[in-house]
């Protein structure tokens, strides 16, 4: 069964600052691997979306990578403002079209 | 940790007939679910916001006839695809509001099949 892992479970930095969320699955026959965002009391903002044939994607100030073959995402967060305090998902799907969402982190931006 | 049980995980049904899908909280209570679709090689789209013992809010260009939702109690809310099409051929999934933990749970998804 695959089982996703968020690391860290939650982070604080200051306003400005280049920071980077990590997950991990263990399971490489994904078909994909989304990251999300999720604002207190809120559903999923989908962020950035990567199929399972790509290493890269990249939305203004966030770029998401890849590497299915050690299992791991990251997602990084290029100068960091208030407004991007959230939690923060990522949800592989695999194969069979089946999600597994990690843990999460939540993440503080403090101006 | 908090559980969320969705029923079924997968269906197959007739074009014409309606079907229902439960969004259970296990082990805790779930003032607000919410309910997603996701289209093949797309990501999750929300659909609505099911708040207990109230009207769902849905997401412009969702058919309230069309995906009825009912949050009649803290721990269940179903969607019912009703008189379902091909069109509506979907994965389904719904999350749940942990007010207590402050996070939101998933379940494992339906995938419908409408021929």
């Known amino acids: 069964k695959q089982e996703v892992t968020q690391i860290p479970a939650a982070l604080s930095v200051p306003e400005g600052e280049n920071l980077v969320l990590n997950c991990s699955f263990t399971d490489s026959a994904i078909y994909n691997l989304q990251w999300f965002r999720q604002d207190p009391g809120k559903g999923l903002t989908s962020l950035l979306l990567?199929?399972?044939?790509?290493r890269e994607q990249t939305s203004g100030r966030l770029n998401a990578s890849l590497d299915k073959s050690s299992g791991r995402s990251t997602l990084y967060i290029a100068a960091s403002q208030p407004g991007d305090s959230a939690t923060y998902l990522c949800a592989v799907v695999s194969t069979g079209n089946q999600f597994y969402f990690g843990t999460g982190t939540s993440l503080t931006v403090i101006p | 940790g908090a559980v969320v049980s969705q029923h079924p995980s997968r269906v197959i049904c007739k074009s014409g007939t309606s079907v229902k899908i439960e969004c259970r909280s296990l082990d805790f209570q779930a003032t607000t679910m919410f309910w997603y679709r996701q289209f093949p090689k797309k990501s999750l789209m929300l659909m609505a916001t099911?708040?207990?013992?109230?009207?769902?809010?849905?997401e412009q260009g969702v058919e309230k006839d069309k995906f009825l939702i009912n949050h009649a109690s803290l721990t269940l809310s179903t969607l019912t695809v009703t008189s379902a099409h091909p069109e509506d051929s979907s994965f389904y999934i719904c999350s749940a509001w942990d007010r207590g933990l402050v996070k939101l749970f998933f379940g494992s998804g339906t995938q419908l099949s409408v021929l």
């Open positions: 099911s708040n207990e013992g109230s009207k769902a809010t849905y």
């Open positions: 990567i199929q399972s044939s790509q």
